[in-house]
């Protein structure tokens, strides 16, 4: 008569795997920690280009600032159209428009190494599409000199919605958003507001110093 061995049940040191539900938990769990360190790196990600962002728009405010403040104090006021001083505001310009034009004795110096002693004439000018717009810079040399005089154009203020500027009249003691002086007239201050995408503004004034002809 054969013996009958006894069986006995397996433990789960036995089993040389994981049961289906120990995998789909164990997954599961590696889903959620994924995702939640995938969030963390896009946040990481969107601060950083954030900064960046902001730093590149603190750079070119501060670099447009400078350069307008140069040219604004440094205004040649005389008769004649090549002198005069004409300005409106971005908003009343459409897509693409001349913001400013004034004769100065400032100038960026695109000809060459050697310092400009001539007199420069002025234009700022806004370009772009509906979106974002670009302000750029132009000069001519030898302003009330007549000659085809090569302009030079430099951007100066890029990626922007709108830029408004607003002309202090010492007669009317306020401001106006177009100047279209004669006389050898000029704004005593400019305030200038740009406005980004986001409606994110950068406001600041600049008090004009002119060097004005003399009549006698």
């Not at 061995?5 to 938990?25: N, P």
């Not at 600032?65 to 004649?80: H, K, P, T």
């Not at 919605?161 to 007669?171: A, L, R, T």
């Amino acid at each position: 008569m054969k013996k009958i061995k006894k069986g006995r049940i397996a433990t789960r040191g036995d089993r040389a795997g994981f049961t289906l539900i120990e995998v789909l938990v164990a997954v599961a769990l590696s889903s959620v920690i994924m995702m939640a360190l995938f969030g963390m790196f896009n946040s990481v990600v969107d601060v950083a280009s954030s900064v960046k962002f902001q730093e590149s728009s603190s750079y070119g405010e501060r670099t447009f600032e400078g350069i307008l403040f140069d040219d604004l104090r440094s205004v040649y006021a005389a008769s004649g159209d090549s002198f005069r001083f004409k300005g409106k505001s971005g908003s009343f310009l459409g897509i693409d428009g001349l913001l400013m034009e004034f004769c100065s004795t400032a100038s960026l110096n695109n000809f060459g190494t050697s310092p400009s002693f001539s007199l420069q004439r002025v234009e700022y000018v806004m370009k772009g599409g509906s979106d974002t717009k670009n302000i750029y810079r132009r000069e001519r040399n030898n302003c009330g000199l007549s000659g085809d005089w090569e302009w030079v154009e430099v951007p100066i203020l890029k990626e922007i919605s709108d830029i408004e500027i607003e002309y202090y009249d010492p007669e009317d003691n306020s401001f106006v958003t177009e100047w279209d002086g004669g006389n050898a007239q000029y704004p005593q201050a400019v305030n200038v507001k740009v406005v980004y995408p986001g409606n994110r503004e950068h406001l600041f004034t600049v008090g004009l110093s002119a060097m004005v002809e003399d009549e006698s």
